[in-house]
């Protein structure tokens, strides 16, 4: 039996005699890239991770400017709104278009249940307005101003999320203390990070005692229960200090027992890199050890810091949360999300009024855009990497 012929493929495309020089300038920008360049182009193909980056910028954004996105001020009370659930937006009113609004809220005692029980008064409505005058308050302690984000017509409340046994509500407090929450973990991880790296590189770059002496401590350190050395530690702080005092507290202490596997990432790296070629020529020209770890070493893997750095942050914002959550870490009139769920201890408390665990969900939000965001740096960290 004959066998058909293989049919030749014929490309019906015109000839573009610069694709090759086309191909040739991109592989040339590919390989004389810096390693932050492919760094970047490797990260913008994690879309998860590249997200929430810019959700965490957001964050670390409106952090300079919660006076303003908070409808109302941090302790502002409204003792006739005393665990007032969340308000519903409306935005049509018997079938006609008014816009948001909320209607009037009004209070009942429930004698049977010992409740305070609220209701819709749809006979007043008043209007959700966008950068508009509120109360005042003094942006960062430096400027009078009463410009808010959003505020509601004279005579009405305005409670999304809505309020706590004292009449304050629970969207500003929350607002408020994402400043505390998320700086926590920021400068924690910096403190963390700068003893990391010191300690690490002495051990890796020096080895023999350094390096023994840092292990054991390291060792020491690690084998200790984390929770529980932490609320050792937080109640050695005295409680007479200021809550700014107290703040710089708390995140010492994260800092130090965050430090150990930073430490041990830096201490391996540099028992591998301080044997190669260039790290031997830096030393043979009478570079020091410490230009030689600062110049030579630590650049070829500082992108692997930044991504554990970024991985460690959600530890800093947890063991703060848990903390404060427990009584030992942050104290009011300091606000954060572990002060605001410190409310919610009691079950009965939370089975009558769910909303007190609102602040749980920043957390959670928070929590995973930096474990995705880790995540995507780790990769980016090795572009070469297919």
């Known amino acids: 039996m004959k066998q058909p012929a293989n049919p030749h493929f014929v490309c019906k495309d015109e000839f573009d005699p610069m694709s090759t020089e086309k191909a040739q300038a991109a592989q040339q920008a590919f390989f004389l890239a810096s390693q932050w360049q492919l760094m970047w182009w490797k990260f913008k193909q994690h879309k998860l991770a590249l997200y929430s980056g810019l959700f965490i910028l957001l964050l670390y954004f409106s952090i300079l400017i919660c006076e303003f996105l908070a409808p109302y001020t941090l302790h502002s009370r409204h003792v006739d709104s005393i665990y007032s659930p ?7 009113h018997e079938g006609e278009w008014v816009g948001p609004f909320v209607y009037g809220w009004q209070q009942t005692l429930d004698m049977d249940r010992l409740l305070r029980v609220y209701s819709e008064d749809r006979s007043k409505i ?9 109360e005042e308050y003094r942006f960062w302690g430096v400027l009078n101003s009463d410009l808010h984000l959003l505020c509601v017509e004279e005579g009405g409340t305005l409670f999304l999320l809505g309020t706590d046994r004292l009449g304050r509500d629970m969207l500003s407090r929350i607002i408020y203390g994402t400043r505390i929450s ?3 973990g920021l400068v924690g991880i910096c403190l963390s990070m700068i003893m990391g790296v010191v300690i690490g590189s002495l051990a890796g770059y020096y080895g023999g005692w350094v390096d023994n002496l840092v292990q054991r401590v390291i060792e020491v350190i690690r084998s200790f229960p984390e929770l529980p050395l932490w609320m050792a530690l937080s109640a050695i702080i005295p409680v007479t200090w200021s809550p700014l005092w ?5 995140t010492l202490i994260l800092a130090l027992m965050d430090w150990t596997g930073l430490a041990r990432a830096v201490r391996s790296k540099l028992l591998a890199l301080r044997e190669e070629d260039y790290a031997s020529a830096a030393a043979l020209m009478g570079a ?4 030689i770890i600062r110049k030579h070493l630590l650049p070829g893997f500082f992108s692997h810091l930044i991504a ?3 991985l460690s942050i959600p530890a800093m914002i947890l063991g703060e949360t848990a903390l404060s959550f427990l009584g030992l870490g942050l104290r009011p009139p300091i606000t954060s999300w572990g002060v605001l769920l410190a409310e919610a201890q009691n079950v009965n408390v939370v089975a009558i009024y769910p909303w007190l665990m609102l602040p749980v969900v920043p957390v959670i939000c928070v929590i995973l855009a930096f474990n995705f965001l880790g995540d995507g740096l780790r990769d980016a960290a090795d572009p070469y990497k297919h």
Request: aromatic content about 20%.
């Open 86 to 92: 969340p308000q519903p937006v409306h935005l049509f």
């Open 126 to 134: 008043y209007r959700i307005g966008f950068f508009c005058p509120g």
């Open 182 to 184: 998320i700086t926590i």
């Open 246 to 250: 107290v703040f710089f507290g708390i």
């Open 288 to 291: 020091s050890p410490p230009r």
């Open 308 to 310: 554990s750095a970024t």
